[in-house]
């Protein structure tokens, strides 16, 4: 029997593997921010022990960091101390960081792939649940708690079980106005938000293929969402073309090597999943999540569910604590909610083609009066890339802010937040109660929707503006 794409790089990587035993596996790359690292550091300090490859691991400054000010303070005393003690750690052990100001600093999944840390047929790992992002390029590449962290600091391995596999297939084309976000809020949909828990999930299929890296992290980033920690696609030209050139990528022979290498970095056509999900890109409509979890999503036009629309009792229930907490009144259309801010930015949408379609959709545009919009770029390069295209001049224009690059408003972590009631259409991945802010409510959405929403001051379908 052939082997999928998963289980070719899981077992390239497999250190020791004996019956009974969680396989050890080696890890190609860590990835740090100062969230979940300085306990790591700190186990390792109290044993006396080194970094076995400290070139392997690379750190940036994305949670506590402000969107408005460079000051280490900004975001008061806590986050301050967070990011301290990464610069000192990172000092200690010999790791490279991208600080706050650093061109390269940004939310630790924009900056790894841009940088050529995030390599095809790789393992890729960090304290961080949307790790399964760098899956966009064929990696292996999934999120781990702080014991593991420093488990890969100090040996650079880790105990890895083999996850059954998931084939989500998407063909078909999707419509010119929507984006990689609709198609995984799509997906999640059919899912459930937990209807990929234990699986390693390929996304394959025409209108995967069709999509660029921007939109295949797009949809690898949220593969947690749906509860699976791995997502991966093949690497093809369209992943070459990406990797080509980067600052950490192979050059010269090595890269001809590792090219050669990719291109059998592919499943097998005998190879078999133990699930199978299918979906086609023509039924998908711009989505809106009504909910509190991403599987609570719908088209823009379709009705909001009611209790009385779910059989199952767990389900019915949900529907009613996500409408309470959702403020959803009876009869209430997505495009009648009108809504108070607009989020565009973090590690699923603040790439440069997501900043390019919100401009797409604002140029010569404004924002409603009762909304706040911020746009916040992923990283550095993807700030300078957006001011030297002028899409930050377009923006203001239209009346969005332009700040500087974090995680910012994605999560309630730094000074960006909801307030309590506020309703917020979001390009993030995380929709759950006081994410954004406590009692703040939010919608997810695609880069394009959440510009729509931004002009119109309520949820509005991005195919008629
Ligand atoms: C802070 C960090 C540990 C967390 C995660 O693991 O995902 C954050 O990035 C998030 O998105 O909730
Ligand atoms: S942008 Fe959001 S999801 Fe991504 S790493 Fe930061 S907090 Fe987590």
Redesign the pocket.
Known sequence: MGQTLYEKVFNAHVVREVAGETPLIYIDRQLA?E??SPQAFSGLRATGRKMRQPSKTIATM??NVSTRSLAIDACGDQSETQLRTLRANCEEFGVELFGLGHINQGI?HVMGPEQGLTLPGTTIVC????TATHGAFGAISF?IGTSEVEHVMATQTLKQPRFKTMKVQVNGKLHESLSAKDVILAIAGVTTSSGGTGYAIEFCGTAIEALSMEGRMTLCNMS?EIGAKVGMIAPDQTTIDYVEGRPFAPKGDAWDEAVEYWSTLKSDDDAEFDAVVELNADDISPMVTWGTNPGQVIGVNDPIPSPADFTDAVAADSCAKARSYMGIKDGQKLTDLAIDVVFIGS?TNGRIEDIRAVAEVAQGKKVAENVEAIVVPGSGLVKKQAEDEGLDKILIDAGFEWRLPG?SM??A?NDDKLGAGQRCASTS??NFEG?QGRGGRTHLVSPSMAAAAAIAGRFADVREI
């Open positions: 921010h969230v979940t994305d949670h630790v304290g961080d649940s949307h999120g947690i590690c995680c994605c999560l972590m991945n995380r994410r």
